[in-house]
């Protein structure tokens, strides 16, 4: 499972500021098992990995066979919460360069009309499912890809047909998606009133896609049970330990954390945990600014800064202990790239001694750092990994003194394009 390492944030913290920490943390977890605190109604995802629904999984392992079985494409309509969370399981998941039999295709994450013209002409010949994911079904970005595909999809299939080839997963008793599915009886799926989009990837909104391209999702569960069941029943765990780390450093001005690996799979669960982090503390004037890189990849443009910029940020890096792949470096008897030295070491003996050598440069530079150590990369560890950090979240959104579930600022953008839209409601 996990294994993390906070040797290098303690070196930058005195025994009086941990303790602090660590007495505020213990407050706010509190406040999180208890449900206690502000917008504890949509805290339904922390007892989750025990309270699923057991039917509706029966019914997402069906559906997933049933895209495989006549599509070539499957396309999930989504934003932010609504797809990040199983993109981040599938990117890391999916061997590199290997086609599974079915193709995944995300739209719904922009409004750019470049992408939805070019994914029409790509789709037009090809036998394609969808799976919109959306609790109101009128979110702008997802309901205009819906409204482009499900033109084209009643044109290909007749109605008894299009039923094996659109699912909703939303709202369980309102909304213009569960309307349209009932108008149709197209196959259904919720998402809990009781959980934001970001914490939902344990869900049929995280479940159906990722079961749909062949990965094991009673797995991904059990890795998500295995974190809470060690979380519920010992205080001093990981997760609490990272929000106490993590709330440490920013009062110490360390504002700006960067989750980075040395593993390029991992790019989508870095795109995941932004999400959930920047969504779940920025608020009122705080928290903690959320960024990424892929290592070695990044040292080359923003290992400078991170090396001698600004010192107001920390690193928090996913180690992969056991690759799923790896190869020996060859012997080449002219050695005219000067490799002969690192000949019969292998290609991830290379990469961990690079992410030490990093690791050692940026502390020496006065970059705190957390490491996180991962077994292997499977459906197991990615659950617990993800289980852990929305339950370091919670924490840490209490820490700081606000809602960790809400996301009031999102909506400032939507007024504003609604009115310069001419929305009918909104004005100035």
């Known amino acids: ?45 922390f007892d989750y990995p025990i309270s699923y629904d057991k039917e509706e999984l029966e019914r997402i392992k069906a559906a997933a ?37 079915l193709e995944i295709i995300f739209a719904g994450n922009s409004i750019s009309s470049t992408y939805l013209t070019k994914l029409r002409y790509y789709l037009g010949d090809k036998d394609f499912s969808v799976n919109v994911i959306s609790k109101s079904g009128t979110t702008t970005e997802p309901a205009i890809a819906f409204r482009f595909l499900y033109s084209l999809l009643k044109k290909k299939y007749f109605k008894d047909e299009l039923r094996e080839h659109i699912f909703f997963t939303t709202d369980s008793t309102k909304g213009a998606l569960r309307q349209i599915g009932i108008e149709n009886d197209f196959e259904m799926f919720t998402i809990p009133s009781d959980m934001g989009g970001r914490y939902s990837v344990f869900s049929a909104v995280g479940l159906l896609p990722i079961a749909a391209m062949g990965f094991d999702i009673d797995s991904l569960l059990k890795g998500a049970k295995t974190a809470y069941n060690n979380f519920k029943n010992k205080e001093d765990n990981e997760a609490f330990e990272y929000a106490l780390v993590r709330n440490a450093l920013l009062r110490k001005g360390y504002d700006i954390e960067i989750l980075e690996s040395f593993e390029p799979c991992l790019s989508y669960i870095s795109e995941w945990w932004k999400q959930l982090f920047g969504e779940s503390e920025g608020k009122e004037g705080k928290g903690i600014y959320p960024s990424s890189v892929i290592f070695t990849t990044d040292l080359h443009s923003l290992g400078q800064y991170i090396q001698d910029g600004r010192r107001n940020l920390f690193e928090t890096c996913i180690n992969i202990v056991n690759p799923v792949s790896d190869i020996d470096i060859p012997f080449d008897k002219d050695n005219l790239d000067s490799l002969n030295y690192i ?34 990369l499977d459906e197991i560890n990615i659950g617990y990994l993800l289980y852990f950090f929305m339950v370091s979240c919670g924490i840490s959104g209490y820490t700081l003194g606000v809602n960790p579930f809400n996301q009031e600022g999102v909506e400032a953008y939507k007024k504003n394009m609604f009115i310069a839209l001419g929305k009918p409601g909104y004005t100035k």
């Open 1 to 45: 499972m996990l294994n993390i390492n906070f040797e290098g944030a303690y070196k930058f913290l005195t025994k009086e500021e941990i303790s602090k920490a660590k007495e505020d943390a213990k407050k706010a977890y509190k406040v999180l098992k208890d449900k206690s605190g502000p917008g504890n109604d949509f805290i339904g995802w």
């Open 343 to 376: 000949a019969g070491k292998s290609i991830d003996y290379v990469n961990k001694a690079a992410m030490n050598a990093t690791m050692e440069a940026h502390i020496e530079g006065g970059v705190p750092q957390i490491r996180i150590n991962i077994d292997e």
């Open 65 to 101: 066979q049933t895209i495989q079985r006549t599509s070539e494409v499957l396309v999930v309509i989504g934003i932010g919460g609504s797809y990040l969370g199983a993109r981040a399981v599938i990117e890391a998941l999916t061997p590199y360069f290997e086609n599974s039999g």
